[in-house]
Structures are given as C-alpha cells and as structure tokens.
C-alpha cells in the first residue's frame, strides 16, 4: 500500500516539472540588430556631446603641468642663487639648473608644447656702505598654447620691474635681491662682532698690563697684529704678540680665511665669521683687517647705468697713519686695506 502511494507521487512530481518547463522556456541572450544600432546612436550622440569637455580638460592640463614646472624651475633658481649668489647665464641655464631640481636639462628647456623656453637675466649693482653688492634678477617664459612668444623682451632693472606675461604665454620672475639684502645685513652684524670682540679683547689686555705693569704699556696696541698695520713704535702687548703667534700662526693676514679662521678662535667667535655673508661657502672671501690701519680718503664717482646714476668708489687714497697714541682705531673691511 506504502509503495503505491510514492509511486503515485513521483508521477504527480513528474508531470509538475514538465508542465513548469513548458511554461517558462530559456531566454534568449544578446540584443537584437535594432537595439544595437539604438546603442550606437546614442553612444555617439554622447561622444559628440562630451568632445569639447574633454578636449578643454587636456589643455587646462598642460597648461597646470606647465605652470607646475615653471615653479619648479623657480624653486632651483632660488637654490642655485643661494649657493652660488649669481644666476647663470642665458647661454646654459637650462643645464646649471638641472643639478638644483628633478627636472633634466631638456625637461628646463622644453615646455608643456615642446617649445624651447626663453630664459632672461641681469644683474644691477648697488653700493652700500661697506662695499657694492650685485643683485640679479631673472624670467623664464613659454609661449603657451600658442606656441609663440608675445610677451616684450627686457634687459635692465626698468624692464624687469615692469615686466608681465602677454598673450597666453606663462612666466616666472625671479631675483636674488631680499636674498643678498639678509646677506648684507648677515655680514654687517659679523663685522660689528668682529670689532666688539677686539675692543673687548685689548681691554682685557691692557689691564692685565697695567696690573703687571708692563714696559711701555701706554704707548702700545692690544689688539692682534696685522700685516698692513702702521707698526707702533713700542710695538704690541706682550701678552697679545704671545695669543696671536699660538693660536693664528704669527701676524694676522687679513683676505686669508686660514688666519681670519685664526683670529676668530682668538676673539671666541665662530669661525663663519671670518668672512663675508656675500661669498659662496665654497668660494669664501675672507675680511681684512688691521689693528692700526692707515687713514683713508675715499673718492666717489657717478656713472649712467639703465637710466639711473650710479655711484660707485673710484678711488682710494692712502694718507698713512700713527705709530704712537692715538692710534687709528682697528679695521674690518670687505675691501682691500692700504
């Protein structure tokens, strides 16, 4: 009886699923050839529609990535000039700057468009107190999408002071003038150290004179001799002839970086100071200096430079000095002494 009802049942089972098959055949895959050309219409509509989008974000792009490159080029400008305190020359730019930045030398040469950039510089003197300083002062233009370049050439200060890109080119300026002025101002202060540091060393030498009372002490200098000193009659402290043998090697050599170094550790400065703020580090240019210098007379002239007048030393006379009180006071320059 058991096996009649199952029996019953799978044949009940059976005709279900044929009857689900029948109702429901497989669907077909793919479109239909109407359908393909709907989708490709309508695809090219949308192409058609978006062309210009897309044709505007590739130029807005080489136009971010020249722009991105310009101040790259800047960044090694600034980098070079702080090395070298000069920009280099229009001749090979492209390659001096490739040792400050990623960029290879035709990667400075070349813009976005494959066009050479054109690079600019000058430099203009300006004479301060203590000696003349050069400042220079820099463009790099692209002709930009153009592929031309329309902005006005320059060639001194006026021209850079007014210049501006033109037309759809792209540039940069650059100058080392803020630059130099911190490194002016950088030499200034050491050279007022310099001579705080002498005053303070020849005092504390004369009064451990006075105290030993030492032969002729009133009629001596006590700041570390120099060889282009008016040499005192009485000659120097005892004590200071003694420091500055042993510890600069004999009579200062001022414009030697070894004995300036020299004076320094005497003074208890640091050894930077021997030179001047303006000068590379690998080319320093030491001060000169002397304990009992000569007077001198400076003679100043003008000259037209760029539509401005100059004025610059033309001369410098020497009118000799004293060998006994009172002496001249000493001399930190970054000019050669008589």
């Avoid at 390659?95 to 050479?116: C, F, H, M, R, V």
């Avoid at 006026?158 to 130099?180: C, L, P």
């Avoid at 430079?305 to 004025?311: D, L, M, S, T």
Wanted: aromatic share 10%; with cysteine; charged share 20%.
């Amino acid at each position: 009886m058991l096996n009649h009802i199952n029996s019953e049942n799978n044949q009940d089972a059976v005709i279900m699923a044929i009857k689900i098959s029948t109702s429901h055949p497989q669907l077909k895959h793919g479109f239909t050839l109407p359908e393909v050309i709907l989708i490709v219409a309508v695809m090219a509509i949308m192409t058609t529609m978006a062309f210009p989008d897309i044709v505007s974000f590739f130029r807005r792009q080489s136009i971010e990535q020249e722009r991105l490159a310009l101040r790259e080029i800047q960044k090694a400008m600034y980098a070079y000039a702080n090395d070298n305190l000069v920009l280099p020359d229009a001749n090979n730019w492209y390659e001096e700057l490739a040792a400050y930045t990623n960029l290879s030398p035709q990667g400075i040469l070349k813009d976005s468009w494959n066009q050479d950039r054109v690079y600019t510089v000058a430099s203009h003197a300006k004479v301060y107190r203590e000696g003349t300083v050069e400042f220079f002062y820099a463009t790099v233009v692209s002709g930009g999408e153009g592929r031309q370049i329309e902005t006005a050439e320059w060639n001194d200060l006026d021209g850079y002071v007014s210049f501006q890109a033109a037309g759809d080119d792209i540039a940069i300026r650059f100058t080392d003038q803020e630059m130099k002025q911190k490194r002016y101002d950088e030499t200034i202060t050491r050279m007022e150290r310099i001579i705080a540091a002498l005053d303070r060393y020849a005092q504390a030498q004369y009064n451990n004179a006075v105290l030993s009372n030492e032969v002729n002490y009133d009629t001596k200098v006590f700041y570390p001799p120099s060889n282009v000193d008016v040499v005192p009659a009485n000659g120097y402290g005892a004590s200071v002839v003694a420091d500055t043998n042993a510890i600069v090697g004999g009579t200062v050599n001022g414009g030697d970086v070894d004995s300036m170094k020299g004076l320094m550790r005497l003074l208890g400065l640091p050894e930077d100071h021997c030179c001047s703020a303006l000068s590379p580090a690998s080319e320093p240019e030491a001060f000169h200096y002397a304990a009992n210098p000569q007077r001198q007379e400076i003679q100043w002239s003008e000259r037209e430079e760029g539509g401005r007048r100059i004025r610059y030393i033309s001369s410098v006379r020497c009118l000799g000095g004293s060998n006994m009180p009172p002496f001249v006071p000493p001399k930190i320059s970054l000019s050669r002494l008589c």
